[in-house]
Structure formats: structure tokens, C-alpha cells
């Protein structure tokens, strides 16, 4: 068992938070080079570590913060990648932040963090290179992910410590809470900030100094120059560049047919002028904020002036968060919803399974399924109403009343607890709420939804070979816009990652070994999730609405039938090696050196 | 600054010339290193210009996108990427402006001024306005923290490893981290750093403002944050 040449410190911090002892866990060799790194290692670690079926917010479920082998080099927009079991989904839970968190941790000298255990009281843990100490977060409890951020830089005396934080969300257990870097970027899929919260561990703050070794750094920077020019002279971003994914709220109503319009029922927002990255432009953007050496600075930071919410700065919108807070409400006051959305942010929030289960209620009330009075407290969650919005997400955030509580659960357990008719219009799969693209307008959406190893989410990529891309791209847990999306993955992945890798750890990957790997990755994942809540074909599929034709808008009429769900099922199954049903046959497992997952899901 | 000319006109002690010269060798190819040891002196006669530059952050554009970090740590320590090294630093202020801290190149350059040793183990380079370290082993290294509080907007810091305290020598004439900065900026953005010819003292504009204090500035400037606290 050797450590890893290059690419790796080949160490993890296991911080076992209910007696404080902080130890070292190696990272061997063959270890980084068949899990690479985020994604797949956080699969690989709790696939092994975690017992089957722990409750996903008991002290037992394992929070692991990850950096890839990219990180910290001079490949461009690295990520940080959290995996735990996910108290939304109770399948495996992933979730990638852009922002500077990734790197300083991997300067710091350390690969990853394990966390186990629950605090007694709340903590945070200090990182500076190899000084590691847990330190008490009394004081911080229940404040704001922005002052929390704030604090922790006064209480350290040091300007350049990066954290990771929970806002109260996360301390109050809603099941859709983030965990937030550099105050506007969210780690946010999944409930990581609950299962932060549940641990009683409030933040991590890093500062890092060292280099990350590498093996041939001379043909390392060559090959990350080239993802760099790669990224940077993709025409595609221009519009990014200046407008931030924003750009997509208009394109995605007038063009595309995948802006999401009142709970996914129609994807034609009129009011899409007062939303959108225009208005934005006009009115709110000050400044553009860029991850570390990203080529395509996609964050607007903005204030709002002369409205209600006079000198709110907040960052957005981006797509998602824009859509989802603006059309998918009908709200169409630009205020209401950037105030929501850094609402959202200094809570620790997700913006998408917020915006989602808004949308929800309101259409519950709409369709009599859900009494304002009696179930919500007085909200008046109405479509339009923005003030309704903001009141119900404070609400969600420190699980005020019966509203609170009820909308704080995600929408799938929102429709079971209310029956009948009402999961019908919840708008989630495997219990992770869907993004903000209509699957309808665009079918590639309904692959990434249904078949996701986390759930309904928009960035699982939009075929069978596109999931495997992205898996790989969270893996090394670089940046989509940088490692790769669909239309140019032939130009930047795989070989640049190969050669990458190649050249930092000494392996010898070729494409092959790349998509191998990506498979590996896909179905461990899978395995995770058939051990833990038994997923098949039956789950890998869309709500019922998107079986009935798009109302309006340019791809009116179009629909998501039966067929379309079956054909994307058996092209998935087919090409990762998987049965009819939707489970690893114990011939692939062997294949792919999963060789331990067999008995946990092959059945005899 | 008298001294420096005098120490210039004068010419070096021996042991710091050979010093200096073992220097340029190392940041040359080999073969151009034997013959710039065996020069006794560079030839007066050379027909390039003296590159006098300064270094200048036009702080509201700048995206703390760090590759001007990156491409400076690679250029100073051989392709490795270790912003803790890099002698320009980025820091972002409440997660709203970012501030480039530079080295200014100031004429009167207080930091040589400041600096106890003797013979002095920093020197500006006239041919480049380079602020260059030269003498490890006269610098007192972690002991002293002269130059570090001399510094007028205290951009100094110190390696982590060795204690020392990083100097912008401008890569010899052609700042790697404007170049960085000038292709991230390429298209829909403005660049931050600009480097130009020396002149009219454009460069000590803001020499007197620290970090903190610029982005003081800046959040005012571009967000006008109203008397309800720092969040609004």
C-alpha cells in the first residue's frame, strides 16, 4: 500500500466530535486512483464506513468534507465537495460549493475531513496548516452565515481564514439546509447544513500555506493551462462572463421553453422583464465576483436601492435562484426575490428546495389542498405574493409555528403528511426537489432528474455518458463551467484531466480509464443508495405532471411521456451494466472492482 | 537613497557582487549564465532601454479571481502554485470587494530605508524598479519587522517557511501577474493590474491607504451601506 505520488497529501483529518480526539486517517494510493477524489471518495468512504441504514441526522452519519487531486493546483475553478447520507433523500448525498474553501483546505496540507460523532455543545473547527483545534462556538450559535463568517475572522485575528458555516437552518435541522462559503456561495443539495447542524458543529475556518506536491509540475501547469484556455475562449460563456448565468432566465422563457413557471405547471413567465438578467443589469449589479482562477467570473454582487429593502447587497440572481424565487412564484418584483434569495444565503439555505417548496404550497392553496389559516399560520402563500414568501421562509429557518415545520420537511414529506391528491404536485424525485429546468422544454433535464444518483437535481448531467462527465468533473471537483458540459466535453475532458492526472500523481490514465472510472463511480453510488433505501427503476423517474403538454410557451405541447421515462431508464441501465430493474449485476460489480458491494445488493 | 548611489557609483563589495551575479545565473539558462558570470561588469553600451516600471491595481475592477497570485508564486518558486508565496495577495473584504495588495514601488522606498543591516538586504533596481532581496543571510529574518512596519500601505509579508519577507522585483520587467490578470480579464471585464513605464508618480497615488482601509472605501463607494449595520 503506497501513498499517493502527487496530487494527494495522502491524509484525512478524522474528527470525532463526541469525545474531541482528532486523529489522521491515510489516504492510500490505489485509493485516490480508483475514487479519485469528492464525489467518488466521499461514496467509497461512507459506502465502507457508514453502518447500513443510519439515520442520516443520528451522531453516526459521517459528514465528509472533500478536496480533489485538482485542487490547489493550477487548474482553474476548483470546488469543495461534502458528502454525507442525506436527511432529505436518505440516499447518498453530495453536494459541491464554488468559492475558496477547497483550495485553502488543500493547502493546508489535508485532502479532506472526516466528521463523525456529535459535539455536547457547539463547535467549530480552527485548521492553520497542521495546528487543528476544535474550538467552542458558543457565541456563534444561531447567528447568521455572514456574521458567523465575520466573527470567526475577528475572534481568529486573521483576515484570510476562508470557513465553511451553517446559518440557523442548518442549527434547527431543516431538512434543506447549506452550508455557506464567502457568505454568497452555498454548499446547498441534500441538507448538508442539517446534518452539520445535527453534530453541533457550527463551522470550519481554514488557512492554508503549503503547496500541493506534485510529480511533473512543468507538464501539470501545461496541461491546466490548456483547461484554462479551453474554458476561457469558450464562446459559450461570453454571455456568463457578463451576465452571470442569469443570461438563462430569459433565454430559457423566450428560447429554450425551460423556465420554470409556477410550480413546473407551464414554462411561460410574462413577466419575465422584471426578473431577469437585464433588470439585474440595469438596476442591481455593482460588481463581478470570480471563484480562484476562473476565466469566467459568473457571481454579480449588487445592492438594491430605493425599495423596501434599501442597501440589501446580496448576489444574484443566478438561474436557479432566480427562477425559482421569481417565476416559479410568480413573483415578479425583482426585490422581493433577491431579497429572498440572500435570505436564503444568510440563513444557509437552499435556494432551489426553498423556491420548490414555496411553490408547492402555494399551489396546494390554490387547489384547497392546504388552509392558510390552519396549516400555514396566516402565511398567505399565494402565487405573486413576496411578502407571503419572505414571512414563510423565516418561518423554514428557525421552524417557527406549524408552518415552519411543515414546509421545513422538503416537499415529498409535505405531500405524504397531507395525502390524497397533494404528491401529485410535489415537484421532487427521491425526495430532492427539481432545479429550475423544465424537463419538458428540454429532455436531456428529465435524464438528470430522474436518474441522479442524488436525487432530482440539475447537475447529474443530461445523458448516460453526460452523468458519467459530471460525476468525474465532481470527482476532481473542478467547476462544470470549466470541466466540462455537454456540448464540450469533446474538447476539454477527458484528455486534459488525464493528462492532468497523469502528469501531477504518475498514474497512466487514458480516456478509457476515465469513463471506466466514471462508471465505477455512477455505481457505487447506486449501490449506496440501493443498500440504503432500495432504490430501482421505480424511483429513477419523473412526477406525473410532465406526462401532460406544456399549456404554453415556445416548446408548447411537448410533453415527457411514459415512453420518453423508459427509453431513458433502459438507455442508463444499458450503459452503465446494470439489470432491468435497475440494479448492479454482480458481473459489473466485479468488473468494475466493486467487488465488495455484491452481497449488500445483488440478490440471491 | 544616497546610499543606494553611493553604493552603486561606488560599485559592490566584491562578495556581493559575485552574489548578485550567482543570482541573475540562476534565473538564466545555463548557457547564457556562464556568460553573464564570466561579464565583469554589465556592458554599458547594451542597446536596451532601462525598463523603469511601476505596478498599478485599478482596484474597483478587480474579481479576486487570484490568478495573479497563482502566476507569481509560479513564476518565484519554479512552476509551484503557493499563493502563501506570492508577492502580490489578494484578500476579499466581507465577501463583497476584493482588494489587490501590491507593492507600490515607491521611490523613496521605505522599506530599504528601514532596514537595520548592513550591508542592507533589500536593494531597488534601478534598470527595473524592482525591489529586490538580496542578501539571505544578512536579513535578520523573523527577528526584525523592520521593513514590515516601514511598509506605507503594509502590503509585506512573510514567507511561512524561512520568516523572510516577500519583495515584488516586478519578474525582472514583465510582471507575470499583469499578464495573468489581462488574459482572465480578456473580453467582458477591465483588468485590475496595469504596468507601465514610470511617470508622474501614478504609482504612489495609493501608497498611504492599507488594505482595510481600501476596502473601507470601496464597500462605500460601491455599495453605500445605510446606518442600519453592517449587513444593510
Not at chain 1, 485509493?31 to 453502518?51: M, N, Q, R, S, T
Request: glycine share 10%.
Amino acid at each position: 500500500m503506497a501513498a499517493p505520488k502527487g496530487c494527494y497529501f495522502g491524509k484525512l483529518l478524522d474528527v470525532d466530535l463526541s469525545s474531541g480526539k482528532i486523529t489522521t486517517k491515510t489516504l492510500e494510493e490505489k485509493i485516490c486512483h480508483d475514487y479519485l477524489g469528492g464525489i467518488g471518495l466521499g461514496a467509497y468512504l461512507l459506502y465502507k464506513e457508514l453502518p447500513a441504514k443510519t439515520d442520516p441526522l443520528s451522531p453516526q452519519n459521517m459528514l465528509c468534507v472533500l478536496t480533489g487531486p485538482l485542487n490547489g493546483t493550477a487548474c482553474p475553478a476548483c470546488r469543495l465537495n461534502v458528502s454525507f447520507k442525506s436527511p432529505l433523500t436518505g440516499i447518498y448525498g453530495h453536494t459541491q460549493v464554488g468559492g475558496p474553501m477547497g483550495n485553502e483546505l488543500k493547502w493546508s496540507g489535508w485532502d479532506g475531513i472526516i466528521f463523525r460523532g456529535k459535539a455536547p455543545k457547539p463547535v467549530y473547527l480552527h485548521i492553520y496548516d497542521d495546528k487543528v483545534e476544535l474550538r467552542d462556538a458558543g457565541k456563534l450559535w444561531g447567528k447568521d452565515t455572514y456574521t458567523t463568517d465575520e466573527m470567526l475572522k475577528e475572534e481568529l485575528q486573521d483576515l484570510d481564514i476562508k470557513t465553511l458555516v451553517i446559518g440557523p437552518a442548518g442549527e434547527n435541522g431543516v431538512l434543506f439546509s447549506a452550508m455557506i462559503v464567502d457568505r454568497f456561495r452555498a454548499a446547498a443539495r441534500s441538507g448538508g447544513g442539517a446534518v452539520m447542524g445535527s453534530k453541533n458543529l457550527k463551522a470550519i475556518a481554514v488557512h492554508g500555506t503549503k503547496a500541493v506536491p506534485l510529480l511533473n509540475i512543468d507538464a501539470f501547469n501545461n496541461a491546466a493551462k490548456q483547461a484554462a484556455e479551453a474554458a476561457r475562449t469558450q464562446e459559450a460563456w461570453d454571455g456568463i462572463k457578463r451576465m452571470g448565468t442569469a443570461v438563462l432566465i430569459e433565454n430559457a422563457n423566450y428560447n429554450s421553453g425551460t423556465l420554470v413557471t409556477k410550480n413546473y405547471q407551464t414554462s411561460w413567465f410574462p413577466d419575465v422583464g422584471r426578473i431577469g438578467a437585464e433588470e439585474a443589469y440595469r438596476t442591481f449589479w455593482k460588481r463581478n465576483v470570480s471563484c480562484p482562477n476562473c476565466p469566467v467570473h459568473c457571481m454579480k454582487v449588487g445592492v438594491l436601492r430605493n425599495t423596501g429593502f434599501d442597501g440589501l447587497i446580496a448576489e444574484g440572481p443566478e438561474y436557479e435562484t432566480g427562477t425559482l424565487f421569481g417565476s416559479n412564484l410568480a413573483v415578479s418584483d425583482f426585490d422581493f426575490m433577491m431579497k429572498a434569495v440572500e435570505y436564503c444565503d444568510a440563513m444557509g439555505m437552499d435556494t432551489i428546495s426553498a423556491g420548490v417548496v414555496c411553490g408547492y404550497a402555494m399551489e396546494l392553496v390554490e387547489r384547497g389542498l392546504l388552509n392558510v389559516e390552519k396549516d400555514l399560520d396566516g402565511i398567505e402563500l399565494r402565487w405573486g405574493n413576496g411578502e407571503a414568501v419572505l414571512k414563510a421562509l423565516e418561518a423554514i429557518a428557525f421552524r417557527k409555528g406549524k408552518a415552519g415545520a411543515f414546509l421545513g420537511m422538503g416537499t415529498k414529506r409535505m405531500g405524504e403528511k397531507l395525502g390524497g391528491d397533494a404528491p401529485k404536485y410535489a415537484m421532487q424525485v427521491k425526495g430532492q426537489e427539481m432545479a429550475a429546468h423544465e424537463p419538458r422544454g428540454f429532455k436531456g433535464r428529465g435524464v438528470s432528474y430522474a436518474l441522479g444518483p442524488r436525487g432530482g437535481c440539475h447537475h447529474e448531467g443530461n445523458d448516460p455518458q453526460g452523468q458519467a462527465l459530471w460525476t468525474m468533473i465532481g470527482s476532481a471537483v473542478m467547476c462544470t463551467f470549466i470541466g466540462g458540459v455537454p456540448f464540450n466535453k469533446a474538447k476539454i475532458n477527458p484528455q486534459v484531466v488525464c493528462d492532468m492526472l497523469n502528469a501531477g500523481a504518475g498514474w497512466n490514465w487514458t480516456p478509457d480509464v476515465y469513463w471506466t472510472t466514471a462508471k465505477r463511480l455512477i455505481t457505487l453510488q447506486r449501490c449506496f443508495n440501493i443498500r440504503e433505501a432500495g432504490i430501482s427503476r421505480k424511483d429513477d423517474r419523473l412526477p406525473d405532471r410532465f406526462k401532460e403538454p406544456l399549456p404554453e410557451g415556445p416548446k408548447k405541447g411537448q410533453s415527457f411521456s411514459e415512453e420518453d421515462t423508459k427509453k431513458m431508464q433502459d438507455a442508463y441501465y444499458a450503459y452503465y451494466g446494470w439489470d432491468d430493474n435497475g440494479i448492479p449485476t454482480a458481473e459489473t460489480l466485479q468488473k468494475l472492482g466493486l467487488d465488495y458491494a455484491v452481497a449488500d445488493v445483488v440478490k440471491k | 537613497m544616497s546610499n543606494e548611489k553611493e553604493e552603486q557609483k561606488d560599485g559592490l563589495s566584491r562578495r556581493l557582487f559575485l552574489k548578485r551575479s550567482v543570482q541573475v545565473a540562476a534565473a538564466l539558462p545555463i548557457a547564457g549564465a556562464v556568460a553573464e558570470a564570466a561579464t565583469p561588469a554589465p556592458a554599458p553600451s547594451a542597446p536596451t532601454k532601462p525598463k523603469m516600471k511601476y505596478l498599478f491595481a485599478e482596484r474597483a475592477a478587480c474579481t479576486g479571481c487570484r490568478a495573479c497570485e497563482y502566476a507569481c508564486s509560479q513564476f518565484h518558486e519554479k512552476g509551484v502554485t503557493r499563493p502563501a508565496l506570492s508577492r502580490i495577495h489578494i484578500r476579499r473584504y466581507k465577501g463583497i470587494v476584493d482588494v489587490p495588495n501590491i507593492c507600490w514601488h515607491c521611490e523613496d522606498a521605505p522599506c530599504i530605508k528601514s532596514c537595520p543591516t548592513t550591508p542592507k538586504a533589500i536593494r531597488k533596481v534601478k534598470e527595473t524598479n524592482a525591489i529586490e532581496f538580496i542578501d539571505n543571510k544578512t536579513c535578520l529574518g523573523a527577528k526584525c519587522n523592520k521593513c514590515i512596519e516601514a511598509c506605507p500601505p503594509k502590503y509585506l509579508r512573510r514567507n511561512p517557511d524561512t520568516g523572510w519577507p516577500l519583495f515584488c522585483d516586478l519578474c525582472g520587467g514583465d510582471p507575470e501577474c499583469v499578464k495573468a490578470c489581462n488574459k482572465m480579464a480578456e473580453g467582458e471585464l477591465a483588468p485590475t493590474l496595469i504596468t507601465k513605464q514610470s511617470g508622474g508618480g501614478v504609482n504612489l497615488t495609493y501608497r498611504e491607504v492599507t488594505a482595510d482601509e481600501a476596502a473601507e472605501s470601496l464597500i462605500q463607494n460601491f455599495y453605500f451601506p445605510n446606518n442600519e449595520g453592517d449587513r444593510r
